[in-house]
């Protein structure tokens, strides 16, 4: 018997059907929050992508099985797919083997049926498209055999992420240590940094795996007895950005039209995981960590568009979005509540406060954009407008 787990029974049995049918194209398969992708060519897997954290995947399958791989993301055709066709390039230009590649696709491959395995409700659709039989090159695939092996791996690290009791830790979140942790003076200092360095809050628990070449549930077990103790924590991480955004975060450094948005959040991860996002679409983010201050200098130059989480120290930030509403530079602009504080309640007390619109934290970036687009798709069209006069005008200046 293959797995007992029903994530895992209704992929399986999705991908063995797209096997026998020699199927092409692409299975979207979505738990109401995430979304990921698994392509298909000619009843072949080509790569599986998708959820909260593809790049840093990409880079730790690399890691894993190809650390000098080197490319050039400007020559690639289109952002889907993108990891099929930097492995394609490595192979064409000689800088890794066909079961390099496919080792790194197995990996990827791997942590997303794992994150798959524990999601009570799945929902799967098939879109077929031929474009893909020109994406695949050589063996670079998987088998439905080969696939089989994978699921089965992934269901036995689940089986034993239960076993263990190590649930109320993701592999997705990064450890930190607490605050009140740094200030004990039960720890030396050399100890202390050492347990900083390595718990900072910007690996996730998937990172520090790869880095110790540990399995992930014997890492996750030793952290989780600092984690009982409360000396660590855990939370949300955002994803690094792919090479195709450090492209355009490139190109954006020279356009001097952009739309502000302010972030106002107690850490600088959201606004640090915003900028990853909107920069590159052409938006600013100031990120404001101190209310206080950062509304009197956001006044100087008001935003387009705020996000605002709820956990913010000394400030409560109801009062908060009410303040902005009221006041006559913000009466029109779209203020959104990005928080992982998501309930019923705070829905309803957040719109009563005047706020536009409510977002769960951790979104992913396809949901952060499409809330952008929302509000500010009519704004950004007429920023675009205005750069092309004035680029236009000081073309004619210069003949």
Not at 248 to 267: E, F, H, K, M, Q
Not at 297 to 308: D, G, T, V, Y
Request: proline share 4%; aromatic share 8%; net charge positive.
């Amino acid at each position: 018997m293959l797995v007992t787990n029903t994530g895992c029974n209704k992929i399986w049995n999705a991908l063995a059907v797209l096997g026998q049918k020699q199927a092409t194209g692409k299975l979207i398969i979505d738990n109401g929050e995430q979304e990921w992708q698994i392509y298909f060519c000619r009843g072949l897997m080509l790569y599986a992508t998708g959820g909260l954290h593809q790049t840093r995947r990409w880079y730790r399958a690399v890691s894993q099985h190809c650390q000098n791989l080197k490319f050039n993301a400007a020559l690639l055709s289109n952002e889907e797919l993108w990891e099929y066709q930097l492995l394609k390039q490595g192979i064409t230009q000689e800088q890794i083997t066909v079961e390099e590649a496919k080792a790194i696709i197995r990996s990827s491959s791997y942590e997303i049926l794992f994150s798959l395995a524990n999601q009570p409700v799945l929902n799967l659709n098939w879109h077929s498209y031929q474009k893909l039989t020109s994406e695949i090159v050589g063996n670079l695939a998987l088998s439905i055999s080969e696939l089989k092996q994978v699921i089965e791996g992934a269901q036995k690290l689940w089986e034993r992420w239960e076993k263990m009791g190590i649930s109320e830790m993701w592999p997705e979140q990064a450890p930190i240590v607490k605050k009140s942790v740094k200030s004990q003076s039960r720890f030396s200092a050399a100890s202390l940094e050492a347990i900083n360095n390595q718990f900072n809050g910007q690996n996730t628990l998937w990172d520090i795996a790869v880095q110790k070449k540990q399995c992930l549930a014997l890492t996750t077990r030793t952290l989780y007895h600092f984690f009982k103790q409360g000396l660590i924590e855990v939370r949300a991480v955002p994803d690094l950005p792919s090479p195709l955004e450090q492209l355009r975060l490139v190109y954006c450094g020279t356009n001097r039209t952009r739309i502000p948005i302010a972030c106002i959040d107690s850490t600088l991860t959201t606004g640090n995981f915003l900028e990853q996002i909107l920069m590159p679409k052409g938006y600013k983010i100031d990120k404001i960590t101190d209310p206080m201050e950062g509304i009197g200098l956001m006044a100087k130059k008001p935003p387009q568009l705020i996000f605002m989480d709820l956990v913010i120290p000394n400030v409560n930030a109801y009062a908060l979005c009410n303040f902005l509403r009221t006041a006559p530079a913000y009466k029109e602009t779209p203020i959104i509540i990005y928080s992982g504080e998501d309930s019923w309640i705070n829905r309803v007390r957040a719109q009563v406060a005047g706020a536009t619109d409510f977002l769960r934290k951790p979104a992913s970036a396809n949901k952060i954009l499409e809330i952008v687009e929302k509000y500010l798709k009519s704004k950004k069209q007429q920023s675009k407008s205005q750069s092309n006069l004035v680029t236009s005008q000081s073309l004619v200046l210069a003949r």
